[in-house]
């Protein structure tokens, strides 16, 4: 019994410092790939405060990193709007090399103009069903799972 107890303890400690050694080795892959990134821009839909607070967390991401955001630019809800910001950066002789967006709008649109580029998102609910979905995209959803949901409603009620 406690050579089956020595041997399961040797097997977890095993798992764990493979896990941990793999953690580290992909956050420091991370970093050599993220910190040869020269231009990176953020493209917000609009102004609100969970925007802001996504961005600035971005930010502070990038700067621990030694990452400099070179431009911010807010599509303002609009789809007009949007075009003159894509042609003004598609029209800069520095082409991104990453693109953080923020909200739907601003997803959708630069999933549909810039397919050579890498893209984030975040802020969006239910990515699947605006097809973010491609070789060059990834991000954060913030579905919340209808269980999770009616918990906390049911949790606020009482």
């Known amino acids: 019994m406690i050579l089956?107890?020595?041997?399961?303890?040797?097997?977890?400690?095993?798992?764990?410092?493979?896990?941990?050694f793999t953690f580290f080795q992909i956050d420091s892959c991370i970093?050599?790939?993220?910190?040869?990134?020269n231009n990176v821009i953020i493209i917000q839909s609009q102004q609100?405060?969970?925007?802001?607070?996504?961005?600035?967390?971005?930010?502070?991401?990038?700067?621990?990193?030694?990452?400099?955001?070179?431009?911010?630019?807010d599509l303002k809800g609009e789809i007009e709007g949007s075009k003159k910001v894509i042609r003004k950066i598609k029209k800069n002789s520095l082409k991104p090399d990453l693109i953080f967006t923020v909200g739907i709008l601003a997803a959708k649109i630069v999933k549909e103009q810039f397919s050579d580029v890498p893209i984030i998102f975040s802020m969006v609910i239910c990515h699947k069903r605006f097809n973010l979905q491609n070789h060059n995209i990834t991000g954060i959803s913030t579905d919340v799972p209808l269980v999770n949901q009616l918990s906390n409603f049911k949790r606020n009620i009482r």
Not at 8 to 19: D, E, H, Q, W, Y
Not at 31 to 37: D, F, K, L
Request: charged fraction near 20%.
């Open 48 to 73: 609100m405060e969970a925007y802001n607070e996504a961005i600035e967390s971005f930010k502070k991401g990038c700067k621990d990193k030694g990452i400099s955001i070179n431009s911010i630019y």
């Open 4 to 20: 089956n107890y020595l041997k399961f303890n040797s097997l977890l400690v095993f798992a764990v410092s493979c896990f941990v």
């Open 31 to 37: 970093s050599v790939v993220v910190a040869s990134e």
